[in-house]
């Protein structure tokens, strides 16, 4: 294998093309993951009601609901029927989650995101095993856990536990036991399991997962005959399974990335220095040559990025 795998992931990305560049997507996802924390405290905070609520359900400029779907889903469990402009609100943001992808939610808006990205780069930085990974279905498990118990009770019932409205709840009452939840998550991904909460349990993510599955933004391993195998891409995709269909398929196989669990987070396209990714459309038949073969001289330095 080449000498560039022997530098940190994503610094040939960095020589290639300045680090802006090379981290341009993550820079976007926590500027709109700030922004829509920060529309959010703009009422308790200042004052200023243009959003009222949380990421659970709002009214914007008192005229445009918006409702998380999966709230609404838990509610029909419940044997609640929501009011007309809840359910306007749950469509209106179903419709764009299902366009644009269902994950998309977790890598660009939730707050928890940056949260887990911490305790991930904690995590390497201590050169920590992976530790316990559930097994994939896991999350669907969970997701129909949560159903059940909100049919059962006539509940919400992750409301009660959910650490994005937990965290949402101690930034406007201040520190108290709803931050023991987000600190939960936290140490739960540092010690116990490598990316566990998001990418193994969290039924909101589960949820938009499924909700995404035709969604029509995608990201493409176009160049994929130019990949030079340095692992970077997998060293920081959050859901790393997702890649190896499309970076690794044959001729006529597809270079999309067509898995709901993908998280559209572009960090695959910020660190690769051959440009092999970028975003586009489901539909999107642009060739994919397979990629060529290239002789490495030491194999086992690479997989250590993606392990």
Known sequence: MSNKTKLPVGQEAIEEFGWMYAHRFLLLRRATQFFFLAIFLLG?????????????????????PLND????????????WPETTALIGA????????????????????????????????????????????????????????????????????????????????LIFGMGFAWAFVVAVFLFDIFVSRRGWCGHLCPVGTFYGLLGTKSVVRISAV????????MDCFAVCPEMHV?????????????????PDCTNCGRCIDV???DVFKFTHRFDDTPA???????????????????
């Open 44 to 64: 308790p905070w200042f004052g200023i009601w243009w959003f009222k609520g949380n990421l659970s359900g709002s009214m914007t400029f008192n005229f445009l």
């Open 69 to 80: 779907p999966f709230i609404t889903v838990q509610s029909f469990a419940a044997l609640h």
């Open 91 to 170: 469509v209106i943001v179903g419709v764009i989650y299902a366009l644009i992808g269902g994950r998309v939610y977790c890598s660009w808006v939730c707050p928890i995101n940056p949260v887990t990205d911490g305790a991930h780069w904690i995590h390497e930085k201590l050169g920590m095993q992976k530790g316990w990974q559930p097994k994939h279905n896991t999350r669907y498990w969970i997701l129909a856990m949560v159903v059940a118990v909100s049919a059962a009770t006539g509940t919400i019932a992750w409301e009660f536990v959910n650490p994005i409205s937990m965290l949402h709840r101690g």
């Open 223 to 230: 160049k994929r005959s130019e990949c030079d195998d340095c």
């Open 243 to 259: 890649i190896s269909p499309a970076l690794r398929g044959k001729d006529e196989d597809t270079a999309l990335i067509l898995s």
């Open 272 to 274: 690769c220095a051959m």
């Open 289 to 307: 040559p397979g990629r060529v073969q290239r002789t490495r001289t030491q194999p086992a330095t690479g997989a250590s990025k993606a392990a």
